[in-house]
């Protein structure tokens, strides 16, 4: 199949985009950003182009800038052009060079498509060759079936056309179109983890294997459709075993996960996209086969929490919120209705002193619950109502002159009630 309709055929299969697309090609100078937008603008998309300049090789990096800037004023279409101190970004956010570079180029790519509405999708230059190698990584880091699948052919606006063709045939189309292009000289070197694959590992499996990148490739198509099965599928079983709470904490019961034919891949694709890392993953199954409770897991935004037959999953910055109180005093009478919200309690002005202080219970907290006569512990009223964990970390008291008026969103103190000697009512009403 010739180079042309190999990409149309890709571009319709994947359906990237409509023929009246207006595409923002991220163009670098090397052979595959350029035979990227040679090839759209052949078959005819509206295009424009976007290079960085990263500053990394001196004067290297300026020729590029000069190549693009040429090409783009022979093939009449608009440039842009952005030059980024990629160095002290890397430094300010402890990246490395290259993730660096990559997140200053996505993130200039998509103001610039934020600027003007004309411009739909960011066509970036990955090929068959550049799949196979993220394959490759991807294996030796240690992955699950998503990154077996590879690059993805779209991935919210951005586009890859070329993941069906190799660098050679990349190559052999430049060539027959007698167009010129830049070489970066740090793509020859083997410093890093992608270039060892590209430039050392990938040769070694052709000594096996001599078609061995197509059958690399014809593997990672089989695998995406593998993935998108197994995706639907879990999906289908997350949406069913998570119930969701308010402020964003979810749980899910724990022998429905063991009862799953794959609990780590329940777990993995609930928590992974979470921050959990893998060895984490291992953990937290683990502590589910027990009967420990109280074992706990961090992420940067996230805690994992096992209590008795549930596993909880909630943001670490839930239990900073204090709730506040709008408080009312009325007159008390026949006519007045005693709300039945868990939100808002009725309490005898007259025996209680404003302002209320509000805390967190502590151990030694005691109260009368609302229709009952005798003291009780906060701490055991709450294991007999079956709190978790975190419902116990986060119950709030409102206290007058050191006794507990209202366990928070949850019971009344019997002696504060509203009875028959009741002259003035005080509301107790969480703000939302």
């Known amino acids: 199949m010739k180079f042309k309709e190999a990409i149309q055929q890709t571009i319709r299969r994947e359906a990237m985009f409509s023929p009246q697309a207006k595409l923002l090609v991220a163009l670098s100078g090397g052979a595959d950003s350029v035979a990227l937008l040679r090839v759209l603008l052949q ?3 509206a295009c424009e182009a976007a290079h960085c300049n990263f500053h990394l090789r001196g004067d290297e990096s300026n020729r590029d800038e000069d190549f693009v800037r040429q ?32 997140e200053l180029r996505y993130a200039w790519f998509h103001a610039l498509l934020e600027a003007d509405e004309s411009l739909q999708y960011i066509a970036v230059a990955h090929h068959r060759d550049d799949n196979i190698e993220t394959l490759l990584i991807n294996l030796i880091r240690g992955t699950g079936i998503n990154g077996l699948t590879g690059i993805p052919s779209v991935n919210g606006r ?19 179109l007698g167009q010129a292009y830049v070489t970066d000289s740090t793509n020859l070197e083997d410093d890093y983890l992608r270039n060892k694959v590209r430039l050392n590992l990938l040769p070694m499996l052709e000594e096996l294997n001599p078609s061995v990148r197509k059958t690399l490739s014809d593997t990672i198509r089989h695998l995406k459709g593998v993935a998108r099965t197994h995706h639907h599928y879990i999906q289908e079983q997350l949406g069913r075993h998570i119930c969701k709470e308010d402020g964003g904490t979810m749980h899910a019961r724990i022998d429905h996960i063991l009862g799953f034919h794959s609990p780590e891949d ?11 890392n893998p060895s984490q993953l291992a953990d937290i199954h683990q ?3 027990t009967s420990q409770s109280g074992k706990r897991f961090l992420s940067k935004e996230w805690e994992v929490l096992r209590d008795r ?7 670490l910055d839930i239990g900073s919120v204090v709730p506040e109180l709008e408080v009312s005093v009325l007159q008390f009478g026949s006519s007045f209705q005693i709300p039945t919200s868990r939100d ?34 906060v701490c055991k009223y709450m294991t007999d109502r079956k709190f978790t964990l975190f419902q116990k970390e986060n119950q709030y008291v409102a206290l007058s002159n050191g006794q507990v008026v209202w366990l928070i969103g ?14 003035r009512v005080c509301i107790l009403r969480i703000k939302k």
């Open 309 to 315: 037959d549930l596993l909880f999953v909630r943001p």
């Open 287 to 289: 502590s589910l086969l």
């Open 410 to 423: 949850e019971r009344l103190d019997n002696r504060f009630r509203i009875s028959e000697n009741t002259r």
């Open 158 to 176: 951005i586009v890859r056309p070329l993941l069906d063709v190799s660098r050679t045939s990349i190559l052999a189309y430049l060539d027959r």
């Open 71 to 102: 090409l783009c004023e022979e093939q009449g279409i608009r440039l842009h052009v952005t030059h980024l101190d990629t160095e002290a970004y890397a430094k300010q956010h402890q990246l490395s060079i290259e993730m660096a570079a990559r």
């Open 43 to 45: 078959l005819g998309y």
């Open 344 to 377: 808002v309690v009725c309490v005898d002005a007259d025996l209680i002193n404003l302002p209320l202080t509000i805390r967190k219970w502590e151990v030694g907290d005691t109260f009368v619950p609302f229709g009952m006569k005798g003291k009780k512990s």
């Open 266 to 276: 329940f777990l993995y694709a609930w928590l992974y996209p979470l921050g959990f």
